[in-house]
């Protein structure tokens, strides 16, 4: 969760789901921005048709099963529920909707049990799809980048986890606020020093991860090939000196997501 765009939630929710089901966790991604995006990382374009997603389940035209699918078609992977446009409309169409808050949380209690990690994937909007997504989740992670503007948005995001915790949704807790998109310049680095400044002065709930996500051009490499780190680095056969450099600049940032995703199942155990 994260009211500012371009801090990498769709890259973060989906490499460390992957990381997650790497690591023999059974792992749902549920893709909340009318975007679309962490689909297209799935396997699922945006321009499909398709009328199984995560607005026709909110909706009420489709039931949770129906709208499951696997990551890239492919057996051994992680299970989604795609999004596209048409989430847009939930604003308006359940705007006047009572108890319009909990239809997410209620239309996946039926499969609770079958999975470990359920990540949703929210838009940079602070709507009623957002509001879904709190209320559903058990735990908020906040995705921030080292631009001077990061600090700026968290009293909304604050804002929003305390009147869901005080309303409808007494158990979430935010985990906590990983570093993402950092690069190895002054810039970021007083960015990072405020963020957590900030974190320690105002008593902010939730721990700042260890872990931190550097800027690496291959991760921006995976949306045009519509995957994640993981199977991006797979595709480079370091038979040559340039192919293996391309390796270890994609395995160095899956190593990230996979750090990140042991330090997520730590915090959340202890």
Request: net charge negative; hydrophobic share 35%.
């Amino acid at each position: 969760l994260n009211f500012k765009g371009g801090v990498g939630k769709t890259t973060t929710t989906v490499n460390v789901a992957k990381a997650l089901h790497d690591m023999n966790y059974r792992v749902l991604v549920i893709d909340a921005d009318p975007q679309g995006n962490a689909s297209k990382l799935m396997g699922k374009r945006i321009d499909e048709g398709n009328d199984s997603t995560l607005y026709q389940l909110m909706m009420g035209a489709k039931n949770i099963n129906d709208c499951r699918f696997l990551e890239q078609d492919k057996d051994d992977s992680f299970e989604f529920v795609p999004s596209n446009h048409d989430l847009g409309n939930v604003e308006w169409q359940l705007s006047n909707q009572m108890g319009r808050e909990g239809i997410l949380k209620k239309a996946i209690r039926p499969i609770l049990d079958d999975y470990d990690f359920i990540l949703i994937d929210c838009s940079p909007i602070d709507g009623v799809v957002t509001h879904n997504a709190v209320t559903a989740s058990d735990y908020i992670i906040v995705p921030l980048n080292g631009e001077p503007f990061a600090v700026d948005g968290m009293g909304r995001i604050l804002q929003r986890y305390r009147e869901t915790k005080e309303t409808v949704n007494e158990k979430i807790e935010i985990l906590g606020y990983v570093f993402n998109l950092i690069k190895k310049c002054s810039l970021h680095e007083d960015t990072k020093r405020t963020l957590r400044e900030q974190h320690a002065k105002r008593n902010w709930p939730g721990k700042i991860f260890n872990t931190e996500i550097k800027q690496n051009v291959k991760i921006s490499e995976t949306s045009g090939k519509y995957t994640n780190i993981f199977d991006f680095m797979n595709t480079f056969s370091r038979s040559s000196f340039l192919s293996r450099n391309k390796w270890e600049s994609a395995n160095s940032a899956a190593e990230q997501y996979r750090q990140l995703a042991a330090e997520i199942v730590e915090s959340i155990n202890g």
